[in-house]
Nanobody
Framework: VQLQASGGGLVQAGDSLRLSCAASGRDFSSYRMGWFRQAAGKERVFVADISWNGGSVYYADPVEGRFTISRDNVQNTVYLQMNTLKPEDTAVYYC?????????????WGKGTLVTVSS
């Protein structure tokens, strides 16, 4: 599966942004999909993931209550709605498919999209 993330940009603290990840290839609807992020000089970390049918979602503590992950299995797209953005949310955001249970690894990765939140 190939993944293409989009929607990043420069916003101010408190603003909202929605990231999209378009998937091509087979079996999208069977994969657990997720978002990860990597701030400059830091390791890549888990942000959120969603089960194949959207029935279960998980969020990292720093984004719980502010971010919402969703998916459209007809459009083969996963979304990350980010509200009340903070400067510490600044990072390159990566879409991933077939996320492992440990929330650290995935079998497929897209190229990232940069989100910059100014104070």
């Amino acid at each position: 599966v190939q993944l293409q993330a989009s929607g990043g940009g420069l916003v101010q603290a408190g603003d909202s942004l929605r990231l999209s990840c378009a998937a091509s290839g087979r079996d999208f609807s069977s994969y657990r999909m997720g978002w990860f992020r990597q701030a400059a000089g830091k390791e890549r970390v888990f942000v959120a993931d969603i089960s194949w049918n959207g029935g279960s979602v998980y969020y990292a503590d720093p984004v719980e209550g502010r971010f919402t992950i969703s998916r459209d299995n007809v459009q083969n797209t996963v979304y990350l709605q980010m509200n009340t953005l903070k400067p510490e949310d600044t990072a390159v955001y990566y879409c991933a498919a077939d996320v492992w249970r440990d929330k650290r690894r995935a079998n497929y990765w897209g190229k990232g999209t940069l989100v910059t939140v100014s104070s």
